[in-house]
């Protein structure tokens, strides 16, 4: 049974540092991994998708690295923000046909000005 | 903006109640999944509807049903309300013949249960 865990469950950080957000993952046979934002009481924002052939994904500030063989990826925020502050999380897609999506509980990100 | 609206945002409810939860996907997005979140967790996958008939459950019992609509829109309802049901409910689409998988969200329904 395929299990997300995200670490740390909270990080506060000084606006302009560099960070790394961290998802691992019991089962190697991914399809695709995807990192999304929620803000408070809100849906969730797609950020970056990566497919199980790729190694990492950029968009903007963001970096997210995928390694299957060992269960890891990472999310890189660069010089962050604190429009950055949010909830990050990380899902597995297990197939092209599969339904579910199986997410982490999250990272809960503060970034102080 | 994803192009998937839910409604209603919030609402709340007493035990025992019935509730309807609907969702407007894209045009063009074929499948549809409901999630529910509950405070300080992940989502949690309830089921997929494809071409409108359910192709995919997560851990959920029976009175947790949905309907998926030929326009694109879908509902979900939970009969026999419990206390933890109460949780965000999230609606999810993908575009037909997406090779990527990629899922947008809609912004939630807030469901309480008194």
């Known amino acids: 049974k395929q299990e997300v865990t995200q670490i740390p469950a909270a990080l506060s950080v000084p606006e302009g540092e560099n960070l790394v957000l961290n998802c691992s993952f019991t089962?190697?046979?991914?399809?695709?991994l995807q990192w999304f934002r929620q803000d408070p009481g809100k849906g969730l924002t797609s950020l970056l998708l990566?497919?199980?052939?790729?190694r990492e994904q950029t968009s903007g500030r963001l970096n997210a690295s995928l390694d299957k063989s060992s269960g890891r990826s990472t999310l890189y925020i660069a010089a962050s923000q604190p429009g950055d502050s949010a909830t990050y999380l990380c899902?597995?897609?297990?197939?092209?046909?599969?339904?579910?999506?199986?997410f982490g509980k999250g990272t809960t990100l503060s970034v102080s000005s | 903006e994803t192009g998937v609206t839910q409604s209603p945002t919030h609402l709340i409810k007493t035990r025992g109640q019935q509730v309807t939860l609907r969702c407007s996907s894209q045009?063009?997005?074929?499948?549809v999944s409901w999630y529910q979140q509950a405070l300080g967790q992940g989502p949690q996958f309830i089921f997929q509807?494809?071409?409108?008939?359910?192709?995919g459950r997560g851990n959920f019992p029976p009175r947790f049903s949905g309907l998926q609509f030929p326009n694109y829109s879908s509902e979900l309802n939970v009969n026999a309300l419990e206390l933890d049901d109460s949780a965000l409910y999230l609606c999810?689409?993908?575009?037909?013949?997406?090779?990527?998988?990629?899922?947008?969200f809609g912004e939630g329904s807030r469901l309480t249960v008194l």
């Open positions: 990566i497919q199980s052939s790729q």
């Open positions: 089962d190697s046979a991914i399809y695709n």
């Open positions: 999810a689409s993908r575009r037909a013949g997406g090779l990527t998988g990629e899922l947008f």
């Open positions: 899902a597995i897609k297990a197939n092209q046909a599969g339904t579910a999506l199986i």
């Open positions: 509807y494809y071409r409108e008939e359910e192709n």
């Open positions: 045009s063009g997005h074929n499948t």
